[in-house]
């Protein structure tokens, strides 16, 4: 009965690799994103999708590519990834634009690159 | 732009309330959130307050809003060891094709015996 789940939960790999974060969602929202939280537990947004197209882009590097085959699924694919993206990503979602955007959070990918 | 501000840090003794502080910039904010993290877990919703309400009560939980000073605060009454956790400010406005959430640094909540 997860609402938003992540997959996976830990991902340890090396610098250079390509890997890929997958987040779905069983909620029936129109919205979804991805937050990127660093060690000092600060949060920031980095996309947000509507119906599978793409509303917001927060300045993040091109080597971060989202893809949204369908509305309950956001996933997050980075290519050549770096030490500085060491970090907990989360995905979200909630219920549309037009109303209240309380969101409903994963438990968090905890991504290291050694 | 938008920016939401939190203290880092607060200890509170057990049995105590627990007031956390938030700052917001943006004035066209529609909805204001708490939200709570605990060690290794995602994000919980605790509670959310609507721009035009001045005060929002859950148990023990009080939220209180001063739009016009742009300031949030949350109470937590009778402060318990399971409150320890990071709690987030954040501010949305929906309704608009940039509509997103935005989150304070979060205030780390510790409890003292």
């Known amino acids: 009965d997860t609402a938003v789940s992540q997959t996976p939960k830990y991902l340890v790999t090396q610098m250079g690799n390509d890997k890929s974060i997958k987040c779905e969602q069983n909620?029936?929202?129109?919205?979804m994103y991805w937050y990127k939280q660093d060690s000092k537990k600060f949060l920031k947004i980095m996309f947000s999708?509507?119906?599978?197209?793409?509303?917001i882009n927060e300045t993040v590097p091109n080597r971060f590519s989202p893809k949204s085959p369908d509305k309950a699924h956001l996933n997050l694919h980075i290519n050549s990834l770096e030490l500085g993206d060491s970090a907990v990503y989360f995905c979200?979602?909630?219920?549309?634009?037009?109303?209240?955007?309380?969101?409903?959070f994963g438990q968090g990918t905890r991504l290291t690159v050694v | 732009g938008e920016d939401v501000e939190q203290s880092l840090f607060l200890s509170v003794r057990e049995g105590d309330s627990s007031v956390i502080n938030c700052t917001y910039t943006?004035?066209?904010?529609?909805?204001l959130y708490w939200y709570k993290q605990e060690p290794g877990a995602g994000l919980q919703l605790l509670t959310y307050?609507?721009?035009?309400?001045d005060m929002k009560q859950d148990q023990r939980l009080t939220v209180l809003l001063n739009k016009k000073d742009k300031h949030l605060s949350l109470r937590i009454a009778d402060t318990q060891t399971g409150d320890s956790a990071i709690y987030f400010c954040?501010?949305?406005?929906?309704?608009?094709?940039?509509?997103?959430?935005?989150f304070g640094s979060g205030t780390r909540l510790s409890i003292r015996p």
């Open positions: 954040a501010e949305s406005t929906p309704g608009s094709s940039a509509s997103k959430i935005i």
């Open positions: 909620l029936g929202h129109d919205t």
């Open positions: 943006d004035s066209s904010s529609t909805y």
């Open positions: 307050i609507f721009s035009n309400m």
């Open positions: 979200a979602s909630s219920q549309d634009l037009l109303r209240r955007t309380e969101a409903f």
């Open positions: 999708y509507n119906n599978k197209e793409l509303i």
